[in-house]
């Protein structure tokens, strides 16, 4: 039967030599002798399906991470181009401030102005 063992177990296959061992003497405990080799190339489908299985969900899950955060990222665009709408902003309400201060500072000096005018015309 170790010969048989050796048939199913190939360089692609996941599972380990000690672990083919444990499930042999498993499986000669349990199954008949002609029944023990479909059985062992059964739990190797089955543990290299899984494998095939994990790796591919991994990689799916790897892929969806990095186009995640490639999204989220910034690029070097991107920032240029929000610290020019900021700039520009910054640029306008610097300039409404200066229009608001100078208009408040006309009307005060005019009403002033005006209140001299006519405390002199008394």
Do not use: C
């Amino acid at each position: 039967m170790q010969g048989n063992v050796m048939q199913v177990i190939q360089p692609n296959h996941t599972i380990s030599q000690s672990t083919i061992a444990l499930i042999m003497k498993l499986i000669k405990k349990s199954y008949k002798e002609e029944e023990q080799q479909e059985v062992l190339n059964d739990i190797v489908a089955i543990v290299d399906e899984v494998k095939r299985d994990n790796r591919i969900s991994s990689e799916l899950i790897r892929e969806e991470v990095v186009e995640k955060l490639r999204n989220e990222l910034a690029t070097k665009e991107f920032v240029r181009a929000e610290i020019a709408e900021v700039k520009s902003e910054l640029i306008r309400w610097v300039l409404g401030i200066g229009v608001a201060s100078v208009l408040v500072a006309v009307s005060a000096n005019f009403a002033m102005m005006t209140f001299f005018f006519q405390q002199l015309t008394k």
